[in-house]
């Protein structure tokens, strides 16, 4: 168990439909990274929180967005849902604000289905 | 831009046999190299990482080696396990704030 945590664990919803991912990273970590992970490709990193702000953006759609709340948990909002955007998301955590040399604590993952 | 290419894609080793990964990175400003094992319907998990100022790390049966000049580096598992069975993800890390994965490769260890 990697301290992070995420739900729903799974997700169905429908074309043009808008959901959120929640995310409570370790304790005492301060930043959150989001990935998706599509079928047979790897991790896609999608953006990264610091203590409430925003850290680096990679590969976020515009109608993805995410945020950081004060207690540290994240939420990543996925809007105008189309099938593409079927994969696993995962949220990591890590201690401080860079993934350098820093361990990326993962958690399980959230299966989201777009029907 | 930066990219991470990760071959290969599926191994399968016989028990007790050794496995090699290997990754080739872009961006030769790269200077954190961490490896992730992620096991059927769980997160992935550090398992190994090297910095840009070493060529090699071990860890029991697991060793990572570093070519910079080449910007290659490759992850040997010796004498391995059923429970080495996982897809395992090379990254890349500028000393930034984005860390560049690998697409993975499925490793098939039988018994």
């Known amino acids: 168990d990697s301290g992070v945590t995420q739900t729903p664990k799974h997700l169905i919803t429908a074309t043009g439909q808008r959901v959120t991912l929640r995310c409570s990273p370790r304790?005492?970590?301060?930043?959150v990274y989001w990935y998706q992970q599509s079928l047979d490709q790897g991790l896609q990193f999608l953006i990264q929180?610091?203590?409430?702000?925003?850290?680096a953006k990679g590969n976020i759609l515009e109608r993805f967005s995410a945020q950081q709340f004060p207690d540290l948990h994240s939420e990543l909002n996925l809007s105008s849902l189309e099938l593409g955007d079927s994969a696993l998301y995962f949220c990591?955590?890590?201690?401080?604000?860079?993934?350098?040399?820093?361990?990326?604590?993962f958690g399980p993952g959230t299966r989201l289905t777009v029907l | 831009g930066e990219n991470v290419e990760q071959h290969p894609s599926t191994l399968s080793v016989q028990e007790g046999d050794s496995a090699v990964i290997k990754c080739t990175y872009s961006?030769?400003?790269?200077?954190?190299f961490p490896w992730y094992k992620q096991e059927l319907g769980k997160g992935p998990q550090l398992i190994i990482d090297?910095?840009?100022?070493?060529g090699e790390k071990k860890d029991q049966r697991i060793a990572v080696t570093l070519n910079k000049t080449a910007k290659h580096f490759s992850l040997h598992i010796t004498e391995t396990q059923p429970e080495d069975s996982a897809v395992y993800f090379c990254?890349?890390?500028?000393?930034?704030?984005?860390?560049?994965f690998g697409a993975g490769t499925r490793l098939f260890v039988k018994a």
């Open positions: 990254a890349a890390n500028t000393g930034g704030f984005k860390t560049i």
């Open positions: 304790s005492g970590d301060l930043s």
């Open positions: 961006d030769s400003a790269s200077n954190y």
């Open positions: 090297i910095r840009s100022n070493v």
């Open positions: 990591a955590s890590s201690a401080t604000g860079t993934s350098s040399f820093n361990e990326q604590f």
């Open positions: 929180y610091y203590n409430g702000e925003e850290r």
